[in-house]
């Protein structure tokens, strides 16, 4: 049975923004070299978009976590899957997510990433849930959009690793297609 995608952000509207973050990254960085950590798998759609239309300058590193299985709920538990490549010291941090949901997953990550010794750590997400958050703490610089409750997919997103490539973002009602 196929699930039911409905669409909450055109491509066009996703494009549109990410031009305006990047826009105010640009001046926000001018004169420094902003270090973009990509949050795998979710972040890694937006994470090139974004670094496409960075002019400051740039370099990528990687790193996967998990707070999420095949579900539509979190285990509230974050691990490190694939740790980054390179040091951080001294470096302007800018942490890339998919979409900041409870907050687990970037509250952990901040405190991993703060003990290694970066200039400074900023965050920044396509998306964000406001409504769900438990961490509250957590302080995201650079927001797309924020979206109401509901479980969404594409431009990275998946659910169950299904439509991270879809290049919008949808609402999925699981197994109420056809
Ligand atoms: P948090 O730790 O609860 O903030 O969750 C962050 C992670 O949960 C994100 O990086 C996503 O991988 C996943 N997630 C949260 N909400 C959604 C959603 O609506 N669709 C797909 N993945 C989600
Ligand atoms: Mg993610």
Redesign the pocket.
Known sequence: MEDKIRVLLTEEEVNKRINEVAAQINRDYEGKQVHLIC?L???VFFTCELAKRLTVPVSLDFMS????GAD?K?S?V?CIIKDLDEPLTGKHVLIV????????????LIEVLDKRGPADIHLCTL?D?PE????KQ?KVEYTCFT?PD????GYG???AQKYRNLPYIGV?EPGAGE
Do not use: H, Q, W
């Not at 976590?65 to 999420?68: A, E, L, Q």
């Not at 769900?132 to 961490?135: G, L, Q, Y």
């Not at 509901?150 to 997919?153: D, L, M, N, P, R």
């Open positions: 949050i798998k979710g972040g976590v998990s707070s999420y539509t979190s509230g974050v997510e998919d979409i900041i949901d409870s907050g687990r997953t970037l509250a952990y998306l849930k769900r958050r438990v961490k957590v979206i509901e479980f969404v997919v997103l998946d659910y999925v």
